[in-house]
């Protein structure tokens, strides 16, 4: 349907290795799996969604300055960049569009180097520590920050 709300979920360097990067921290499954599980959850809730990753900086930049004419909201795991990118920041700063901040780890749990992120003071909400399952749990609070489920998660 054309007129659901389309949202962008941005992956950042190595994550295109999930399923064999150290599976212990981020799990086994891999991120066509979670491209796929991402695409069911998001006709559930009538959402589009757009599912991208890029190990460059520049390219993830660029990609968030195009999401403000394409997309509704942006979900990112912006992976290391998360504790580096200050481009990272700007660029979501200046999208009018909510932004969730993802994790598959407990990056709190982790080296402290991993405990300050660019990118959770521009974000609505962070959402980490629950692996591939919090993609999911992304979409579901986008639905209601964009609109499409009541704040109980009911349809709207
Ligand atoms: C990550 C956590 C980051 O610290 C790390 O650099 C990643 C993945 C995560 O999803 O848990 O690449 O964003």
Redesign the pocket.
Known sequence: MADRPDILILN????NMLGVREPT??GSTTLAQIEGNCAAEADRLGLEVDFRQSNFEGELVSIIQQARDEHAGIVI????Y??TSVAIHDALALTDLPVIE????N?FK?EPF?HHSYISDVAVGVI?GFGAHGYLLALQAMARLVGVVDEDGSNA
């Open positions: 950042g360097p190595n994550l921290i981020y795991n912006a992976g290391a998360t504790h993802l994790h598959l780890s990056t982790r991993r980490c």
